[in-house]
C-alpha cells in the first residue's frame, strides 16, 4: 500500500484502526485465557470417585497423603491421543529414600494401575511405563517412603479414545 | 501368538562403576483383559502380567505388581545404581503363573 504523506488525517485514522485492532484483539486473548484458566482451575479438584476413594482406603486406611510435588514429578501427556497406551514417568526430584509407588489411573474400573517397590539397589524411584486409561481423568502417584509416610502427585490427562473397554 | 513372551531390555553401553544407569524392558504381551457381557460382568480371567521381579546379582532389588492397567506389551523403566558387574534379571509371571525370564549383564568398560 502506497502511504500518502501529508495527509494526516488518513494517516491517523489507520494508526488509530490500528491501535484499536490490537487492543481489541489483546484483550480477547485476555479473555481466553482467563476463561480456560477457570476450565482448568475447575478441574483441578474434582471429587475423588468412589472406586477410588474406597482403594486408597482399603491400601492406605486412614493415613494422610501429604502434597508431593516438591519431591515428585510426574511426566504425562496433556493429552493421550489413545487410551490404550499412555507413557508416563515418575521421578524423584528430591533424593528421598522411596519404598513403593502406586499408580491410579483415578476413572479406571480397576482404579490402581500397579504397585512398584523399590529395594536398596534400585537408586532412588524412578518409573517409566504405558498405562491404560478409560477415560479423562487424573493420573495419580501416591509414593511410600521409607519412613512410612504418604505424599501424591497427579496429572490431568486428556483421553481421545478409551483404552480399558470390552 | 508365537511371539508372546518375547523380553528385550536395554542397558547403556557404557557403564561405569557406581553408575545409575537406566534399564528399559519390553515384553511382547497381549495383557488380555477379561471379557464382559452387557451388564459388564466379567466372563473368565482374561490373560495379563501381573507381576514382575527385578534381580541384580541375585538380589531382587525391584518388584512390580501391576494389573490391567498396564498397556499391551508393557514396558517398565527403571533405575539401579551399577555397583558390581552382575547380570540384571527379569521374570515376569501372568496370572496364571506362567513365567518369562531374561537377564542382560552389567559389565564395565
Known sequence: MKRVFGDKGKDIDRRTFVRRLTAGSALLAAGSLVARRGVAWAKAEPPVSKELAAELKRLFGNRPIADGKAILGLETPQIAENGRVVPITVEVKKPTPIKSLYVFGEKNPVPLVGKFHFGAAAESAYLATNIRLAKSSRVRVVAELKNGNLIEIANQVKVTIGGCGG | ?109
Open chain 2, 1 to 109: 501368538m508365537a511371539s508372546i513372551g518375547k523380553i528385550k531390555m536395554r542397558v547403556p553401553a557404557t557403564i561405569k562403576r557406581g553408575d545409575v544407569v537406566t534399564i528399559k524392558s519390553l515384553i511382547l504381551h497381549p495383557m488380555k483383559l477379561p471379557k464382559r457381557d452387557k451388564d459388564g460382568n466379567a466372563i473368565g480371567e482374561g490373560d495379563y502380567i501381573d507381576k514382575v521381579q527385578v534381580r541384580y546379582g541375585g538380589k531382587v532389588v525391584a518388584s512390580f505388581e501391576v494389573g490391567r492397567g498396564i498397556s499391551a506389551n508393557p514396558f517398565f523403566a527403571f533405575r539401579i545404581k551399577a555397583a558390581k558387574a552382575a547380570p540384571v534379571t527379569m521374570v515376569y509371571t501372568d496370572i496364571h503363573g506362567k513365567t518369562f525370564k531374561h537377564q542382560v549383564d552389567i559389565k564395565f568398560s
